[in-house]
């Protein structure tokens, strides 16, 4: 069974930077999406940036430009850095793991991935 641990969030300025990362442990198998998701208070949770095993990513249109997900695989581990941050990305950001192929299916059906993480929190301040 695969287990997820994020990290790595904190308090930042509008503007500023931080890098999350992703620890999986367990069996995730030789073909495994990750992505990031976030859900701020009172609102659902979205998809943010999602990556395939081979490196292949996508985005959601707000984080484009500033978020980059990256993925070491002999690690098990998944990273988004986040720069020029603004207070509208404030959210607790979770990491997800499916077996699905298709990265825009992984960020539009949170509802249907298998594993989740905790949750780190990210705080935004203007």
């Known amino acids: 069974q695969v287990q997820l641990m994020e990290s790595g969030g904190g308090s930042v300025q509008s503007g500023g930077s931080l890098r999350l990362s992703c620890a999986a442990s367990?069996?995730?198998?030789?073909?495994?999406?990750m992505g990031w998701f976030r859900q701020a208070p009172g609102k659902e949770r979205e998809g943010v940036a999602a990556i395939d095993d081979d490196g292949t990513t996508d985005y959601a249109d707000s984080v484009k430009g500033r978020f980059t997900v990256s993925r070491d695989n002999a690690k098990n581990t998944m990273y988004l850095q986040m720069n020029n941050l603004k207070p509208e990305d404030a959210a607790m950001y979770y990491c997800?793991?499916?077996?699905?192929?298709?990265?825009?299916?992984?960020?539009?059906?949170?509802?249907?991935?298998?594993?989740w993480g905790q949750g780190t929190l990210v705080t935004v301040s203007s």
């Open positions: 367990g069996n995730i198998g030789s073909r495994f999406m």
């Open positions: 997800a793991a499916d077996p699905t192929v298709d990265e825009w299916w992984l960020l539009t059906h949170a509802g249907d991935v298998e594993v």
